[in-house]
């Protein structure tokens, strides 16, 4: 049977809330239950489970690779929080502010060897190729962090590195829950393909949908402060690109620049550098240029069309989001 | 056939510095070849291998998992040492000295999955067994690391919460690396059991002959300062020993909590404290026993006693070093 994506998801939401992290010394465990416990969209260990459904229905098998997953995902979370001295993830104090910076360190280390607990647990037969693919991703990732550090130091980042830093930091960790949960269930090397670009490419729309939501969303649903990127002056789409203009260039440099600002005058002004871009109808092509693409992909894959559907509205509705 | 301590020795060595992680970024990479090339015992990879041999003469296929447990040993060195604030590790910056912290964080996750794609190499038919007893070992490593952070902060701490610190932080890993050394050339469940609790007796052995030869070693071929340990009130064997004895607590605590001392004194005096209780003779007694248990379990392992021969000797250089 074909599960939904809302099936799916209250699978996933109450596998992660039964992980109990509750070994001694609790100072080391404790905080991996607080930061699984914070929650968040859960979208790569529902989309291993997807990809696995879409050729075999005892989802149970996926579940010990989409929770994998979504643990290293937090560990990632974890480590970069206390890399970029962030205080807060998901309206609460991050690990290294409730506990300490070694804490944080430490647990997240913890984390990262229970996310290859879990997925050690894949059927023998297919562990290798799931577990060469999960260290590679895991790689890439950092990757994707040490870059999106490096690119925090540097205002000439282009349009084509900074892609290519989403999709190390973001986009594979997709393709990887969406290839890892269709060789799990025995799936054709093309179809384990297919699925994995479908997933860069709405990794890389979800990335860049990120970057808009941020400067356009809507308050009332966004979550976060709108502008909190423009604020500290964080990298995105939308300021790189902004940064190419020569006319727009000197006007952005002297807001980054700035040290004493007034926050919401500073929001303001960015957001009005954008808007003479028109830079939110750019950022919406593209995001609708990659979500294309990624149908393309998934449109590949050789099952049924209708037992695409699930999938196919999950991308759509990342890409169509408010918060 | 058999190889030798030397000949296994010379072989990881090569294997190790031939490892090259040159990818980009470069900062996230360098530090790994770094810290790799500082050297080390390389106690751990060469029991993996030397297990391996006492079934099967093709040790070239016991290789990943020596550079796996390598790797992973360098790794908890990394972010141990950025822990601990440690400045030098082999007389060389620590990786958080020359680089930065975010580095060394960063750097030291890539580590551990380098160490999981090695692990990862084990034959298949192992690989479920290799890697979960890899995974085990690794988070109890990280159990150890935090108790041994918050034992600092204590007065208290008893011999055999000591005891079980120092068998989590460093003789699990001497287990591990026999266990999957012969779990990965096929040996029976009974002689890979035995050899686990050689590793960990020779293990707690190693580690107490550390604690000692901080402050009874030869100056000349120890390598480090003597007395270390004393300066930074390291808990160590004798330290916790001496703080349980009455007559010795109020002398050695005023130690232990003065800020302004000329260092040669400190040591002195609390080497005299060590004296009086005739610690040494009691840290050696306590070697002997750990590793006459470690050889019990050793001559378990059902092979020749000949082809053992190699790791009895290797236990026994261990624990008559001098460095």
Redesign the interface.
């Known amino acids: 049977m074909l599960y939904t994506f809302s099936d799916v998801l209250k699978k996933i939401n109450n596998e992660v809330n039964t992980l109990k992290f509750e070994?001694?010394?609790e100072?080391?465990f404790a905080p991996i239950d607080y930061i699984l416990e914070l929650g968040g969209k859960r979208v790569r260990p529902v989309l291993a489970v997807m990809a696995y459904n879409l050729y075999k229905d005892d989802i149970e098998k996926s579940i010990p690779i989409a929770l994998g997953i979504e643990i290293f995902h937090n560990f990632t979370l974890l480590?970069d929080d206390?890399?970029d001295r962030a205080d807060k993830r998901r309206g609460k104090p991050t690990v290294h502010i409730k506990w300490d910076d070694?804490t944080a360190?430490?647990s997240?280390?913890?984390m990262?060897?229970?996310s290859?607990?879990e997925i050690?647990k894949t059927d023998?037969q297919y562990?290798?190729e799931v577990?060469?693919l999960f260290?590679t991703t895991?790689?890439e990732i950092?990757?994707g962090?040490?870059?999106d550090?490096?690119f925090e130091k540097r205002l000439d980042v282009s349009i084509a590195e900074y892609l290519e830093m989403i999709r190390l930091k973001t986009a594979v960790l997709l393709g990887c829950a969406l290839k890892c949960g269709a060789l799990a269930a025995g799936s054709s090397q093309e179809d384990a393909e297919s699925l994995y670009d479908f997933g860069i490419n709405i990794g890389l729309a979800f990335q860049l949908m990120d970057d808009l939501l941020d400067v356009y969303g809507d308050p009332a649903t966004f979550g976060k402060r709108i502008g909190g990127d423009i604020l500290c002056n964080k990298k995105t789409f939308l300021q790189i690109t902004a940064l190419q203009h020569e006319d727009s260039k000197d006007q952005l440099l002297d807001w980054i620049n700035k040290i004493d600002f007034d926050e919401t005058e500073k929001i303001k002004a960015v957001t009005s550098i954008y808007d003479e871009l028109n830079l939110k109808q750019t950022s919406a092509d593209i995001i609708h240029a990659y979500y294309e693409k990624g149908i393309a992909y998934l449109d590949l894959v050789s099952v049924d069309y209708a037992k695409k559907k699930e999938l196919r509205e999950l991308a759509k509705s990342l890409l169509t989001r408010d918060s």
Do not use: F, R, W
Request: charged share 15%; net charge negative; glycine share 6%.
């Open positions: 070994g001694k010394p100072s080391l480590h206390l890399m070694n360190v430490l997240g280390d913890a990262l060897i229970e290859y607990k050690a023998p562990l290798p577990l060469s260290s895991a790689t950092c990757c962090q040490q870059l550090m490096e």
